[in-house]
């Protein structure tokens, strides 16, 4: 078998349908009586569901769409928020609680109920549950928790309390199963979530005095082939796979519209985009969200300018001026556009942008030379003049988000993008496999595992790398990261210049621009940082390429407070125990351990005291014990132990023990091993003496850590 150097997928119609009329109404619930294209964007706006009283309660319901809404004429049996493509825009205000029932009504299949030995195939088609993209509230409870499972039939409650400091702006909601994240989005499930309030772009009068829109991009996987009368994801575990077999389309829409609306293979028919209108010298905002799962963009509205005013959401220190707009899927921006004084019509275009995947995915043009754009609407710029001013400056929200100074980072860390294996075609250039493997730092995600360990209220830099090894088209391919909870402060992106070196951009002058979601490029790099504000507990980064990050580019991060944790133990004993969500640490006192009350202290610990003894690995649970008394008697210290290690070494469960530090090293003496399980991984010590205070679990390493 031979690899194959290009594919050409097809990008022109949806199907070529038979017999299926492509000027079909859209009959889409955000759809108003009769229409034919071209179809007006402004007047497909997502159904808005605003907040009341502080609460934004609403039903989300996880069904199949069942032919109740078309794209490009034909039915679509889709999975869906609602029956709906793309779902209702959430709008709420910092201090209000979204209260978010989520249904799942997906139909139930025996294959949801089994979890595979390896969790980074596909899985739980039918799974589901809710992240809310780019928001700052708690990972953890019925609020941003995406490591929980809604099985179909089930429900769950969400309760998402947005902080009264939150910033303004475009967000969104998307399913974040782990092994179906990418096939529910493939289907379109995403909509809006958009924070108003005081602060907001709407405090300046130029963007107050322009209207308004709401822009969802999205991509869905069809097979190039009707089931019932009606199109389909295609069956496979990974639809991207009948891509590259040339048995399913990637369809863009713009809220809910093809971007090829009316085109039809079958007649010669050409395409009819959606249309925005705007008269002569009008202002337009423009809400642009990538709700999307796979590519990267190029954009550029012909004959305009775009000013960018605020990426993922966060108002910008100043307004950028492009003439083009690179964008990774999950990212957003916000626009002010600016409509020519001369009437016509002006193509938003999809440019020709390589931004790797073997390549498979030119946007747009799909293996045709000939063709370096493709529409994703027309701007048609008709009627009387409506000159508009553009604001002179914005209103970043510089006190909640202050830049991020050198000498606050207490922390660096470098994360590594990296692809092995191919995409294999034979003799024929008929698709064979895709053997590619997805890692980051060496490792594939496992939900047991904490890669990365962090304390509330710091601030760190991490360098992003997209790993390149060879000049295998299979794996260059760009890796959006996003991170949950908290946003970073992107400082410096570094792309290839094709001659063996970089080129370097350092976003507004070297301050940053706050994002949640920034392009790697294929064998560059970009350097962040964030601040663990607010909350505890534990959430993912990942690729926002999510047939990526299901097949394993994801890991966990846990934000644990650093502060003590004080209990006063009487003569008659008492229980000392840490806060974090993993409850690492428990402390039992017995009577007579202290002749009086005393104060003791928990502090997490993030580094070991001093290096492990030789032959062993510490399994992340370092903390001091403070006390002005001296212990009298054994104390009873239970641990609960990882399985798994950030590095990725193993150990022997077995050899697990609580070590105490002599300050120049470790030891076991004055601590006793009362039991341990190796199931549940839970040890139980004594000790009789606190000596410095300081402690750690080690075991015996069985292999190092895997390298990046």
């Given at each position: 078998?031979?690899?194959?150097?290009?594919?050409?997928?097809?990008?022109?119609?949806?199907?070529?349908?038979?017999?299926?009329?492509?000027?079909?109404?859209?009959?889409?619930a955000?759809?108003?009586?009769?229409e034919?294209?071209?179809?007006?964007?402004a007047?497909?706006?997502?159904i808005?569901?605003?907040?009341l009283?502080?609460?934004?309660?609403?039903?989300?319901s996880?069904?199949?769409?069942?032919?109740?809404?078309?794209?490009?004429?034909?039915?679509?049996?889709?999975?869906?928020y609602?029956?709906?493509l793309?779902?209702?825009?959430?709008?709420?205000?910092?201090?209000?609680?979204?209260?978010?029932?989520?249904?799942?009504?997906f139909?139930?299949?025996?294959?949801?109920?089994?979890?595979?030995?390896?969790?980074n195939?596909?899985?739980?088609?039918?799974?589901?549950?809710?992240?809310?993209?780019?928001?700052?509230v708690?990972?953890?409870?019925?609020?941003?928790?995406v490591?929980?499972?809604i099985?179909?039939?089930?429900?769950?409650?969400?309760?998402?309390?947005?902080?009264?400091?939150?910033p303004?702006?475009?967000?969104?909601y998307?399913?974040h199963?782990?092994?179906?994240?990418?096939?529910?989005?493939?289907?379109?499930?995403?909509?809006?979530?958009?924070?108003e309030?005081?602060?907001d772009?709407?405090?300046i009068?130029?963007?107050?005095?322009?209207?308004?829109?709401?822009?969802a991009?999205?991509?869905l996987?069809?097979?190039?082939?009707?089931?019932?009368?009606?199109?389909?994801?295609?069956?496979?575990l990974?639809?991207?796979?009948?891509?590259?077999?040339?048995?399913?389309?990637?369809?863009?829409?713009?809220?809910?519209?093809?971007v090829?609306?009316?085109?039809?293979t079958?007649?010669?028919?050409?395409?009819?985009?959606?249309?925005?209108y705007m008269?002569?010298?009008?202002?337009?905002?423009?809400?642009?969200?990538?709700m999307?799962?796979?590519q990267?963009y190029?954009?550029?509205?012909?004959?305009?300018q775009?000013?960018?005013?605020?990426?993922?959401?966060?108002?910008?220190?100043?307004?950028?001026?492009?003439?083009?707009l690179?964008?990774?899927?999950?990212?957003r921006?916000?626009?002010?556009i600016?409509?020519?004084?001369?009437?016509?019509?002006y193509?938003?275009?999809?440019?020709?942008?390589?931004?790797?995947?073997?390549?498979?995915?030119?946007?747009?043009?799909?293996?045709?030379?000939?063709?370096?754009?493709?529409?994703?609407?027309?701007v048609?710029?008709?009627?009387?003049?409506l000159p508009?001013?553009?604001?002179?400056?914005?209103?970043?929200?510089?006190?909640?988000?202050?830049?991020i100074?050198a000498s606050?980072?207490?922390?660096?860390?470098?994360?590594v993008?990296?692809?092995?294996?191919?995409?294999?075609?034979?003799?024929?250039n008929a698709?064979?496999?895709?053997?590619r493997?997805?890692?980051?730092?060496?490792?594939?995600?496992?939900?047991n595992?904490?890669?990365?360990?962090?304390?509330?209220?710091?601030?760190?830099?991490?360098?992003?790398?997209n790993?390149?090894?060879?000049s295998?088209?299979?794996?260059m391919?760009?890796?959006?990261?996003?991170?949950?909870?908290?946003?970073i402060l992107?400082?410096?992106?570094?792309t290839?210049?094709?001659?063996?070196?970089?080129?370097?951009?350092?976003?507004?002058?070297?301050l940053?621009?706050w994002?949640?979601n920034i392009?790697?490029?294929?064998?560059?790099?970009?350097?962040v940082?964030?601040?663990f504000?607010?909350?505890?507990?534990?959430?993912p980064?990942?690729?926002?390429?999510?047939?990526?990050?299901?097949?394993?580019?994801?890991q966990?991060?846990?934000?644990?407070?650093?502060?003590?944790?004080?209990?006063?133990?009487?003569?008659?004993g008492?229980?000392?125990?840490?806060?974090?969500?993993?409850k690492?640490?428990?402390v039992?006192f017995?009577?007579?351990?202290?002749?009086?009350n005393?104060?003791?202290?928990?502090?997490?610990?993030?580094d070991?005291r001093?290096?492990a003894?030789?032959?062993?690995?510490?399994l992340?649970?370092?903390?001091?014990?403070?006390?002005n008394?001296?212990?009298?008697g054994?104390?009873?210290?239970?641990?609960?132990?990882?399985s798994?290690?950030?590095?990725?070494?193993?150990?022997a469960s077995?050899?697990v023990k609580?070590?105490?530090?002599?300050?120049?090293?470790?030891?076991?003496?004055?601590v006793a091993?009362?039991?341990?399980?190796?199931v549940?991984?839970?040890?139980i010590?004594?000790?009789?003496t606190?000596g410095?205070?300081?402690?750690?679990?080690?075991a015996?390493m069985l292999t190092?850590?895997?390298?990046?």
């Amino acid at each position: 078998m031979k690899r194959r150097s290009f594919l050409k997928v097809s990008s022109g119609a949806l199907l070529a349908a038979k017999g299926l009329d492509s000027f079909s109404l859209i009959s889409n619930a955000i759809a108003g009586g009769a229409e034919t294209p071209p179809f007006n964007l402004a007047a497909h706006q997502p159904i808005q569901i605003k907040s009341l009283n502080g609460v934004l309660s609403l039903n989300l319901s996880c069904e199949l769409s069942a032919g109740k809404f078309n794209v490009n004429g034909v039915p679509v049996n889709l999975r869906s928020y609602n029956s709906m493509l793309p779902a209702y825009t959430l709008v709420a205000h910092p201090g209000d609680v979204l209260k978010i029932n989520l249904v799942n009504n997906f139909p139930s299949t025996p294959d949801d109920f089994v979890h595979p030995a390896d969790m980074n195939v596909p899985h739980g088609l039918n799974v589901t549950n809710l992240h809310t993209h780019g928001l700052n509230v708690s990972p953890e409870g019925n609020q941003d928790a995406v490591l929980l499972d809604i099985y179909p039939g089930g429900s769950f409650q969400y309760a998402i309390q947005i902080p009264l400091d939150h910033p303004t702006g475009t967000f969104w909601y998307h399913p974040h199963k782990h092994g179906s994240s990418m096939r529910q989005m493939a289907s379109g499930m995403s909509g809006f979530l958009i924070i108003e309030g005081p602060g907001d772009l709407n405090d300046i009068p130029e963007i107050k005095a322009a209207t308004t829109v709401n822009i969802a991009f999205q991509e869905l996987i069809l097979q190039n082939a009707l089931v019932n009368g009606m199109a389909e994801l295609p069956g496979s575990l990974n639809p991207t796979h009948d891509l590259f077999a040339n048995t399913a389309t990637l369809q863009y829409t713009v809220n809910g519209l093809a971007v090829n609306e009316g085109a039809n293979t079958a007649t010669g028919v050409p395409a009819t985009p959606p249309v925005l209108y705007m008269r002569p010298g009008e202002v337009q905002h423009w809400r642009f969200a990538t709700m999307a799962h796979l590519q990267t963009y190029k954009l550029a509205l012909q004959g305009h300018q775009i000013r960018v005013i605020a990426w993922d959401g966060i108002t910008a220190d100043q307004i950028s001026v492009q003439d083009d707009l690179i964008i990774g899927p999950g990212s957003r921006v916000d626009l002010l556009i600016q409509a020519s004084t001369t009437p016509g019509v002006y193509p938003f275009n999809m440019l020709l942008y390589q931004f790797g995947e073997y390549p498979l995915f030119v946007t747009p043009t799909f293996g045709v030379p000939a063709v370096t754009s493709m529409p994703a609407f027309n701007v048609v710029v008709q009627g009387d003049p409506l000159p508009m001013s553009l604001p002179a400056r914005l209103n970043p929200p510089s006190t909640r988000l202050p830049h991020i100074q050198a000498s606050e980072i207490s922390r660096s860390r470098t994360i590594v993008f990296k692809v092995t294996g191919d995409v294999v075609y034979d003799a024929n250039n008929a698709f064979v496999a895709d053997n590619r493997q997805f890692y980051i730092n060496g490792l594939k995600f496992s939900a047991n595992r904490i890669n990365q360990t962090v304390l509330l209220g710091s601030a760190e830099e991490w360098t992003i790398i997209n790993m390149h090894e060879s000049s295998n088209q299979a794996l260059m391919i760009n890796h959006p990261f996003h991170i949950h909870v908290n946003w970073i402060l992107v400082m410096e992106i570094d792309t290839p210049d094709g001659n063996g070196g970089y080129n370097v951009e350092y976003p507004n002058n070297g301050l940053g621009v706050w994002m949640d979601n920034i392009d790697i490029p294929h064998g560059g790099k970009a350097v962040v940082r964030t601040r663990f504000q607010n909350f505890t507990g534990i959430f993912p980064f990942h690729c926002h390429v999510l047939a990526h990050e299901d097949e394993g580019m994801m890991q966990l991060v846990e934000v644990v407070d650093p502060a003590p944790v004080t209990a006063t133990i009487t003569r008659t004993g008492g229980v000392l125990a840490s806060t974090d969500v993993l409850k690492r640490v428990s402390v039992k006192f017995n009577p007579g351990n202290f002749s009086q009350n005393t104060p003791v202290s928990y502090y997490f610990n993030l580094d070991p005291r001093s290096p492990a003894p030789f032959g062993l690995v510490g399994l992340e649970r370092y903390f001091r014990l403070q006390s002005n008394g001296a212990l009298n008697g054994t104390a009873t210290i239970t641990i609960n132990f990882p399985s798994e290690v950030p590095g990725g070494e193993t150990f022997a469960s077995a050899s697990v023990k609580l070590y105490r530090s002599t300050g120049n090293g470790w030891t076991t003496a004055g601590v006793a091993t009362l039991s341990l399980d190796t199931v549940n991984g839970v040890l139980i010590s004594s000790v009789n003496t606190l000596g410095n205070g300081y402690f750690g679990v080690f075991a015996t390493m069985l292999t190092g850590p895997v390298a990046p």
